[in-house]
Structures are given as structure tokens and as C-alpha cells.
């Protein structure tokens, strides 16, 4: 299946009303991130760490949009704490697109990532959060199903994204 | 030196009606939730650190609006980052003020490290429009004026007391609660 384009990607979640994202880079989405950047109808910040941009995307919720971060899997351990603390307890819907480094545990990608690459969508789980994994095949239909739960339930939710799967 | 909940009575009495306020997990919140409990305050009840990235992102979506981040030096120094980005982005709505009694009051009073480090100084390198570091009542509300008249991000460093309010109650509202009233209130207040 060839990977999702850029521009492809953003056009769609533009039309499901993502217009503000913050995030850290990954190069499971190169091309996608930095077209992100570059994106005259997306404000785009680039933060600190993946926290800080779950901080900053949060805000926009209070201006009836859904805000947006895009990060590696290495970050969810940074989010942990204002998923817990904040996003979960107050019910505040962040769409969190996460480059899933690791996949499939040892000996994939570099030792940092095997681990988290194992447990990424079991730390999700147990913090009731709700992902999917992405595939270029059937990736707006995915999306729009991982949103509509998001909306009922007010959660924030996660798009896992292995390498290849987008540009 | 002035006691914290002295400078939040001051800070609340500088603040009008479309300032948005997000503050800061503990003792912080409680304060400024018995002192002047309004729809544009958010008390963020947990997630310490995250106070100014969040106002940071009400800033860049609301230039209209001042918005006060109000955090401790515990907080802020825990997301030390987030001063560079603040001034990165530089929104001239953004105030900062951060009540630095050097200690970690909401657990029991441990020391922090700013009684050796000038957080003011940091956002000053960092490249905030002005950090201005005060020490009593008279000074901060001078500074609060100014900050008003002038573009940000500006930061407003208070040295504060350990003089902690006795049984002063939690923040009451249910986090939803919290949320609804600041979504209204940043509803309300959009230009129309």
C-alpha cells in the first residue's frame, strides 16, 4: 500500500476541523511533519517537549476546536501525567498522533524504542484512551470512527502511525 | 515582602472582566478561588508545570484577551522549557506571574532552588519583553499596571512569604465544572 501523502493527511483532518497542532518531530512522518509546519491553514507549534504540546493543543477546546499534537512513542511517557491529571479529569479531547517507533518489540529500530514500542498500545489501554492504529488502506474511515469516540465519550484519542504508513 | 495570598488579593483586584487566568496546581488555586472565584479563572488541579503552556495556547488563540498564567517557582521551574517557547512565540497578551516563596508550601514547605536562581533573569535571556522582579505590595501593583499597557510576553516575578491560610478549603468545583464555566467565559468574551 503506498503511504498516505502529506497533503493527503492534512486535508483530511482540516476537514474534520483540526486547525491547531503543537508537537515534537519524528522521522516515522517526516515528510508529514514538515509539511505540518509550513501549512497556511494549520497554526503550528513547535514545543518543547510532548507535554507542553498536549498543554497547548488543549486550549483549543475552549475555542470549539480540536486541537492536535504530534509526537513519538517516547513522548507518551511525558503525557502520562497531564493525560491523568488533566485531559482525563476534566474530559478535554486532544487528537494525538504518535510515531510508533519499536513496532512490533526486538530486534525492529534502535534498543531506546523496544520497549515502548512493545507497550505503547497497553499504556493507552490501561489509561482508557482511545487509538487506532493506522493503515494507509481505509485511513479516513479509521480516523472519523477514532473521532466520533473521542466526541461521545470527550476523551482524548490516539492514532498510532508505524513507519510507512505516511509520508 | 508580602505574603502570597496578599499578592493574589492584589492580583485579583488588577484583573478585568475578559482576563483569562489559568493557575496553577495546590495552594495557588485555593487561594485565588477564596479570593475571587470568576468564570474566567481555570484552576488546574493537577499536572503542576503545565499552567504556562496551556495559557500559552489560550494566548496564541485568543490575542484579544489577556491571559495571566499564574504559577508558583516550583511549577515553573519544572517547565523551564516552556519560558523559551513562551518567548519564541512571543504573544504580547501573555502575562506571566510567577509567587516565588523558594519552597514547595503545598507539600509541607520543602525548599526549591530559587533562592540561588532568578527565574526573572531566565525569561529576561529568554527573551520576554520585560521580567520585572518585585518584592512588595506597592511594586506589584506599579508592575501589574504596566503590563497592562505594555505588549508581552511579560513576566511578573513576586518574592512571596511561606505563610501558609489556615484551612483553607480545596477548590470546590468538579473539574467539569471548571471546564464549562472557562469554556463559557472564553465563549462569552469572543469579539463579536
Given at each position: 500500500?503506498?503511504?498516505?501523502?502529506?497533503y493527503t493527511f492534512w486535508g483530511f483532518l482540516k476537514s474534520r476541523g483540526v486547525h491547531f497542532v503543537s508537537g515534537v518531530p519524528d522521522s516515522t512522518f517526516k515528510q508529514t511533519y514538515d509539511s505540518?509546519?509550513?501549512?497556511?491553514?494549520?497554526?503550528?507549534?513547535?514545543?518543547?517537549?510532548?507535554d507542553v504540546a498536549l498543554g497547548l493543543a488543549s486550549a483549543a477546546y475552549f475555542n470549539d476546536r480540536l486541537g492536535a499534537i504530534i509526537i513519538q512513542n517516547s513522548g507518551i511517557g511525558n503525557v502520562?501525567?497531564?493525560?491523568?491529571?488533566?485531559?482525563?479529569?476534566?474530559?478535554?479531547?486532544?487528537?494525538?498522533?504518535?510515531?510508533?517507533?519499536?513496532?512490533?518489540?526486538?530486534?525492529?529500530?534502535?534498543?531506546?524504542?523496544?520497549?515502548?514500542?512493545?507497550?505503547?498500545?497497553?499504556?493507552?489501554?490501561?489509561?482508557?484512551?482511545?487509538?487506532?492504529?493506522?493503515?494507509?488502506?481505509?485511513?479516513?474511515?479509521?480516523i472519523d470512527g477514532l473521532l466520533t469516540t473521542m466526541t461521545e465519550k470527550s476523551l482524548p484519542g490516539a492514532l498510532l502511525i508505524r513507519s510507512g504508513v505516511v509520508q | 515582602m508580602i505574603s502570597r495570598?496578599?499578592?493574589?488579593?492584589?492580583?485579583?483586584?488588577?484583573?478585568?472582566?475578559?482576563?483569562?487566568?489559568?493557575?496553577?496546581?495546590?495552594?495557588?488555586?485555593?487561594?485565588?478561588?477564596?479570593?475571587?472565584?470568576?468564570?474566567?479563572?481555570?484552576?488546574?488541579?493537577?499536572?503542576?508545570?503545565?499552567?504556562?503552556?496551556?495559557?500559552?495556547?489560550?494566548?496564541?488563540?485568543?490575542?484579544?484577551?489577556?491571559?495571566?498564567?499564574?504559577?508558583?517557582?516550583?511549577?515553573?521551574?519544572?517547565?523551564?522549557?516552556?519560558?523559551?517557547?513562551?518567548?519564541?512565540?512571543?504573544?504580547?497578551?501573555?502575562?506571566?506571574?510567577?509567587?516565588?516563596?523558594?519552597?514547595?508550601?503545598?507539600?509541607?514547605?520543602?525548599?526549591?532552588?530559587?533562592?540561588?536562581?532568578?527565574?526573572?533573569?531566565?525569561?529576561?535571556?529568554?527573551?520576554?519583553?520585560?521580567?520585572?522582579?518585585?518584592?512588595?505590595?506597592?511594586?506589584?501593583?506599579?508592575?501589574?499596571?504596566?503590563?497592562?499597557?505594555?505588549?508581552?510576553?511579560?513576566?511578573?516575578?513576586?518574592?512571596?512569604?511561606?505563610?501558609?491560610?489556615?484551612?483553607?478549603?480545596?477548590?470546590?468545583?468538579?473539574?467539569?465544572?471548571?471546564?464549562?464555566?472557562?469554556?463559557?467565559?472564553?465563549?462569552?468574551?469572543?469579539?463579536?
Amino acid at each position: 500500500m503506498t503511504p498516505i501523502k502529506p497533503y493527503t493527511f492534512w486535508g483530511f483532518l482540516k476537514s474534520r476541523g483540526v486547525h491547531f497542532v503543537s508537537g515534537v518531530p519524528d522521522s516515522t512522518f517526516k515528510q508529514t511533519y514538515d509539511s505540518l509546519i509550513t501549512d497556511d491553514d494549520i497554526t503550528f507549534v513547535p514545543a518543547v517537549r510532548e507535554d507542553v504540546a498536549l498543554g497547548l493543543a488543549s486550549a483549543a477546546y475552549f475555542n470549539d476546536r480540536l486541537g492536535a499534537i504530534i509526537i513519538q512513542n517516547s513522548g507518551i511517557g511525558n503525557v502520562v501525567n497531564p493525560l491523568t491529571s488533566f485531559n482525563l479529569i476534566y474530559r478535554i479531547p486532544v487528537l494525538m498522533i504518535i510515531g510508533w517507533r519499536g513496532y512490533g518489540g526486538p530486534p525492529n529500530d534502535a534498543p531506546e524504542h523496544w520497549i515502548m514500542g512493545d507497550k505503547s498500545p497497553s499504556i493507552l489501554k490501561t489509561l482508557d484512551i482511545p487509538f487506532e492504529s493506522l493503515e494507509a488502506d481505509g485511513f479516513k474511515e479509521s480516523i472519523d470512527g477514532l473521532l466520533t469516540t473521542m466526541t461521545e465519550k470527550s476523551l482524548p484519542g490516539a492514532l498510532l502511525i508505524r513507519s510507512g504508513v505516511v509520508q | 515582602m508580602i505574603s502570597r495570598i496578599h499578592a493574589i488579593r492584589i492580583i485579583a483586584e488588577s484583573l478585568q472582566k475578559n482576563d483569562l487566568v489559568v493557575s496553577t496546581t495546590g495552594m495557588i488555586s485555593r487561594e485565588l478561588f477564596i479570593t475571587d472565584d470568576r468564570s474566567g479563572n481555570f484552576y488546574m488541579l493537577g499536572s503542576m508545570g503545565l499552567v504556562s503552556s496551556f495559557a500559552l495556547g489560550l494566548a496564541l488563540l485568543n490575542p484579544s484577551n489577556r491571559v495571566v498564567a499564574l504559577e508558583g517557582d516550583g511549577s515553573a521551574l519544572m517547565s523551564m522549557g516552556t519560558l523559551a517557547l513562551v518567548a519564541s512565540e512571543a504573544p504580547r497578551n501573555f502575562l506571566h506571574i510567577i509567587l516565588d516563596n523558594e519552597s514547595y508550601e503545598s507539600t509541607g514547605g520543602q525548599p526549591t532552588i530559587t533562592n540561588q536562581i532568578d527565574l526573572a533573569k531566565i525569561a529576561s535571556s529568554c527573551g520576554y519583553q520585560k521580567a520585572d522582579r518585585i518584592e512588595n505590595g506597592d511594586q506589584l501593583s506599579v508592575a501589574l499596571t504596566n503590563s497592562r499597557n505594555n505588549p508581552g510576553p511579560r513576566m511578573i516575578l513576586a518574592k512571596v512569604g511561606i505563610a501558609p491560610v489556615k484551612n483553607i478549603p480545596r477548590v470546590t468545583h468538579h473539574p467539569i465544572d471548571i471546564r464549562d464555566r472557562f469554556s463559557n467565559a472564553v465563549s462569552n468574551m469572543l469579539p463579536k
